[in-house]
């Protein structure tokens, strides 16, 4: 999940990194700061890299709040995900003739690598982000995270796609307001919010029972059109005996 990352900052041994491990998730920490974000002076950072100490976790709080981390209550992955992110930036900015080359030599990447080739579909830290990804989008989850990934494939190509979104907007309605207050549907009720409960639950009643009105109209139509104007087969018509 987050080797492509580490080997572009010159991690050591990014394949061995487990976020679950807390031990490598806060050396993992203090080598980011050390080596690619810096946001505390040298002196400063002895709190951070004292990772036995029993109070290290609101020390790793405070340097999250410091750095405005968007995720400071979000989960570990979450958390060295976004401080990678930054780390690359930091990256580029010093040294952006490292990360940038001519679009041929980019085209020819491009078409050698494949960015999912690098993924590890059997790890905890992908298993996570699946379940995450699902809560996020509301998708029942399977024992198997990766059917898990296929029904959140399929919700995003039926949801979210582009031509989906424009779908959705093309046939989104936009509502008439409607005054219940200025409406009386004659009844008494002294109670003033179940009275306007009750306006809102006969409104919607008589909305539906229009909507039902002009669908049998519709149908009417329909079958007054096919028995008015009946088409003949004159093929199927014989003359003689």
Known sequence: MFKRKLQALGFPNPDTLNTADEKQFRSTIVWLED????????????????????????????????????????????????????????????????????????????????????LDFGSEDFKIGINELANLL???KHPDHLITLEGICNVIQEKLSQDSLKDALKSKKSGNLVQLDNM??????????????????????????????????????????????????????????
């Open 184 to 241: 009386s549907f004659g009844w008494d009720i002294k109670s003033p919010n179940v009275s306007s409960a009750a306006n809102v639950l006969r409104y919607l009643f008589i909305h539906d029972l229009r909507d039902l009105q002009t669908k049998i109209n519709e149908c009417l139509v329909s079958v007054q059109a096919l028995t008015a104007n009946p088409k003949t087969d004159t093929k199927l018509g014989k003359v003689g005996f």
């Open 35 to 118: 080596q690619k974000i810096r946001r505390y002076k040298i002196e400063e950072r002895e709190s951070l890299r004292n990772t036995t100490a029993e109070q290290w976790n609101q020390v790793f709080e405070q340097y999250l709040k410091d750095l405005d981390c968007p995720f400071a209550n979000g989960s570990r992955p979450e958390v060295l995900d976004w401080l990678l992110g930054l780390a690359v930036q930091f990256e580029f900015n010093e040294k952006p003739e490292s990360y940038t080359s001519s679009p041929k030599i980019q085209q020819q990447t491009s078409q050698k690598l494949n960015p999912l080739d690098n």
């Open 138 to 140: 509301q998708v029942q």
